[in-house]
């Protein structure tokens, strides 16, 4: 989803095996939310199936779903204009043989906001999507809501590349009509109910960071028609780049309204996920030293229409 000219691996052989393309501004196929959502697409059972996926990046998972998973036609955009036509480059050398079966869809997409995206949504049986769950930090009512909670911003959140700013964040005021966006699903939020009126019939597979706890995001589910099913997940460390001032704030702003135990950010301090801290535990220790690892769990989740 994001922009650079730098390229961390060509597809030169390594040990044996063609490397994917992979641009500073596209995710890391090996990092662990790939594999977790790899690991979840391969349990979805999803051979001989339609399936389209919004925020293509690299095209990884497209030669996943076509050579592990038995996909027979998958689809994918992107809103980096860029990345379909390297995902495509990267398909044609992962899995030649099955090629043909992947359908890009060319141009900057935002989630199926496209007529020959709605009509390649409607043609599936399956969406699949990673998307971010937090709000740009610069955000007006993110930066708002942070200071009235005096959640301040981590020192240089969000000072990096643009480019990259766009893989961890997303415009929060522009889904601010949609309920769970408070907690940080807007985007997702609005890709549901997209899916929802395009192609009703069609199962959902996506990708979260469960920092909200997994209660909420099944919730989120179920108020918008469907029935979810956590079907992987894998305890990851927190990524350096983002910014988790706004959980510190939502956990602050129900400080004393006597809802506080219905709603807890889930971070950890172990990598096996057995010691709790909440966010603003979490933000003191990156506080006092901002290389302390800290741990949250990444789940994919199957949702079928109900």
């Not at 051979?47 to 592990?68: D, H, P, Q, S, W």
């Not at 950010?265 to 990156?286: K, M, P, V, W």
Request: with cysteine; proline share 5%.
């Amino acid at each position: 989803m994001q922009t650079s000219s730098a390229t961390k691996s060509g597809r030169a052989k390594e040990d044996g095996r063609i490397v994917p393309d992979r641009p500073d501004f596209a995710f890391d196929p090996t990092d662990p939310w790939t594999l977790t959502f790899q690991k979840g697409l391969e349990a979805a059972k999803l051979e001989g199936k339609t399936v389209y996926e919004v925020g293509v990046g690299t095209g990884i998972n497209v030669a996943f779903l076509l050579r592990m998973c038995g996909a027979k036609t998958v689809y994918g955009s992107d809103l980096d204009a860029r990345l379909p036509d390297l995902a495509e480059k990267n398909v044609k050398d992962l899995v030649a043989k099955e090629a043909e079966q992947f359908r890009p869809i060319k141009g900057s997409v935002s989630l199926i906001d496209s007529d020959q995206a709605r009509a390649a949504v409607k043609d599936s049986d399956v969406v699949i999507a990673c998307l971010p769950q937090v709000g740009d930090p610069h955000d007006s009512r993110v930066t708002a809501f942070r200071n009235a909670q005096k959640a301040p911003l981590a020192e240089g959140t969000g000072k990096g590349p643009a480019e990259d700013h766009v893989a961890h964040y997303y415009p929060w005021a522009m889904f601010d009509d949609y309920p769970y966006n408070s907690v940080g699903l807007g985007l997702n939020e609005a890709l549901l109910r997209q899916v929802r009126t395009e192609a009703p019939k069609a199962e959902l597979i996506m990708n979260f960071g469960a920092r909200i706890g997994t209660d909420i995001l099944f919730d989120f589910f179920k108020s918008n028609g469907y029935e979810p099913e956590k079907i992987s997940s894998m305890i990851v460390r927190q990524h350096a780049g983002t910014d988790i001032s706004f959980f510190v704030a939502l956990e602050r702003a129900l400080m004393g309204t006597g809802v506080e135990s219905e709603f807890a950010c889930r971070f950890y301090s172990d990598e096996d996920g057995t010691q709790n801290l909440s966010a603003c535990e979490a933000q003191d220790l990156l506080t006092a030293d901002a290389k302390t690892p800290i741990f949250h769990e990444v789940c994919t989740i199957h949702a079928k229409p109900v």
